[in-house]
T-cell receptor
Framework: NAGVTQTPKFQVLKTGQSMTLQCAQD?????MSWYRQDPGMGLRLIHY???????DQGEVPNGYNVSRSTTEDFPLRLLSAAPSQTSVYFC???????????FGPGTRLLVL | AQTVTQSQPEMSVQEAETVTLSCTYD???????LFWYKQPPSRQMILVIR??????QNATENRFSVNFQKAAKSFSLKISDSQLGDAAMYFC??????????FGDGTTLTVKP
């Protein structure tokens, strides 16, 4: 099992550009989440999904879109990048509610 | 909305000694889950220990144990016989039944040889 994979590992964007961060898991997990981690801080929930076709907003959803068309994939779209979105982004998945989350290695995003 | 507070930004411990990391949370729910995750310099988040709120017994995992006080909304992590490999940032996290998670800001643990 590859676990949770994220691509790219590092990305530089200019203000106003759009991009999609990819996340995939091969553990047949129902729950998936996207977080951002700013320097010296904890993880903040952006969006999450409890199954294919079901998504909901987290704590900091503005400027981001998600969709969940398959159990395996949960892409995060930045609509119009802003310097405030410079962060490390983590994707996580879990088998069900209250279960341990398994995290991807993260994507470092720099918006100039 | 749930909040998670880790009041110790940094802690240090001598190798082989015991250290306790603090975590408090605020919630109006009765059923939830609490976690401690570890983030070493590699940035990979790793589960340390998990506690179900409806269970009164404190979770234990080898050298790691928790002191879960539901009424006080407190969930501290005790690391016994600290090892150099325990050096990392530790995050306390609260998970709801609906699938939402809230993390604290973390405690950086230094282990001195």
């Amino acid at each position: 099992n590859a676990g949770v994979t994220q691509t790219p590992k590092f990305q530089v964007l200019k203000t106003g550009q759009s991009m999609t961060l990819q996340c995939a898991q091969d553990m047949n997990h129902e729950y998936m989440s996207w977080y951002r981690q700013d320097p010296g801080m904890g993880l903040r929930l952006i969006h999450y999904s409890v199954g294919a076709g079901i998504t909901d907003q987290g704590e900091v959803p503005n400027g981001y879109n998600v969709s969940r068309s398959t159990t395996e994939d949960f892409p995060l779209r930045l609509l119009s990048a802003a310097p405030s979105q410079t962060s490390v982004y983590f994707c996580a998945s879990s088998y069900g509610r209250g279960e341990t989350q398994y995290f991807g290695p993260g994507t470092r995003l720099l918006v100039l | 909305a749930q909040t998670v507070t880790q009041s110790q930004p940094e802690m240090s411990v001598q190798e082989a000694e015991t250290v306790t990391l603090s975590c408090t949370y605020d919630t109006s729910e009765s059923d939830y889950y609490l976690f401690w995750y570890k983030q070493p310099p590699s940035r990979q988040m790793i589960l340390v220990i998990r506690q179900e709120a409806y269970k009164q017994q404190n979770a234990t995992e080898n050298r790691f144990s928790v002191n879960f006080q539901k009424a006080a909304k407190s969930f501290s992590l005790k690391i016994s016989d600290s090892q150099l490999g325990d050096a990392a940032m530790y995050f306390c996290a609260y998970h709801t039944n609906a699938g939402k998670s809230t993390f604290g800001d973390g405690t950086t643990l230094t282990v001195k040889p």
